[in-house]
């Protein structure tokens, strides 16, 4: 795990279980664990995130995805997930900033 921390880039590594989190010269985020293989790394330049995980669980109450939102009212796998959404709060104010 040490060697693969650049020289300028800030490091917080448990001593114990490896657990990391690591802010990047290019401004990358990386954070996990070295001997449990879940990670989560945030690109700066693209935007993306990355998560590998065994399971990921959301709390939240609300949860959109690009410009559709999660149907709360579906209570069976034959109903719709997403649902088409207007005048999403999220894209209004990433507009503000120049998208």
């Keep these: 795990m040490k060697e693969d921390i650049s020289r300028g880039a800030v490091a917080l590594v448990h001593p114990i279980t490896g657990t990391y989190f690591i802010l990047e010269d290019d401004g990358h985020i990386r954070m996990g664990g ?4 879940d990670f989560m790394f945030w690109n700066a330049v693209t935007g993306e995130l990355l998560i590998k995980a065994t399971k990921v669980r959301y709390i ?3 949860l959109e995805w690009n410009e559709l939102t ?3 009212a ?3 796998p034959t109903q719709p997930a997403l649902s088409p959404r207007k005048a999403s709060p999220l894209k209004r104010e990433l507009a503000r900033y120049g998208d």
Excluded: L, S
């Excluded at 070295?34 to 293989?37: D, L």
């Design 34 to 37: 070295e001997n449990f293989g």
């Design 60 to 62: 939240t109450d609300e």
């Design 70 to 72: 999660f149907n709360k």
């Design 74 to 76: 579906a209570t069976n």
